[in-house]
């Protein structure tokens, strides 16, 4: 069975950064792809940020630059480094693990943590 647990996320002054971490089981990481979500209150869950297996990253246009999405296939761990924070940037972060990748597209399948609440606030 597939376990995946988000972590690090808080309240920060915008400007701040936070990095969230995905933890899985098993063989879920090895050679997966991997993508970052967000919901805020009241709207949609977006595509934050995507990685191939083999390191190829993307990121959607409002955190382009600000955000850096990275992987440790030794310890089963992907993470989401987040500088420049904004107020916009509040929401609960989802991971999800081994979803279809295509160059520049990334589709989730169900493998889903709990999430992690951001709070951008001053």
């Known amino acids: 069975q597939v376990q995946i647990v988000e972590s690090g996320g808080g309240l920060v002054q915008p400007g701040g950064s936070l990095r969230l971490s995905c933890a899985g089981s098993g063989s879920t990481f090895t050679a997966n792809a991997m993508g970052w979500y967000r919901q805020a209150p009241g709207k949609q869950r977006e595509l934050v940020a995507f990685i191939s297996g083999g390191g190829t990253t993307n990121y959607a246009d409002s955190v382009k630059a600000r955000f850096t999405i990275s992987r440790d296939n030794a310890k089963n761990t992907v993470y989401l480094q987040m500088n420049s924070l904004k107020p916009e940037d509040t929401a609960v972060y989802y991971c999800?693990?081994?979803?279809?990748?295509?160059?520049?597209?990334?589709?989730?399948?169900?493998?889903w943590g709990q999430g992690t609440q951001v709070t951008v606030s001053s």
């Open positions: 999800n693990v081994g979803g279809v990748y295509y160059p520049g597209m990334y589709y989730p399948n169900n493998y």
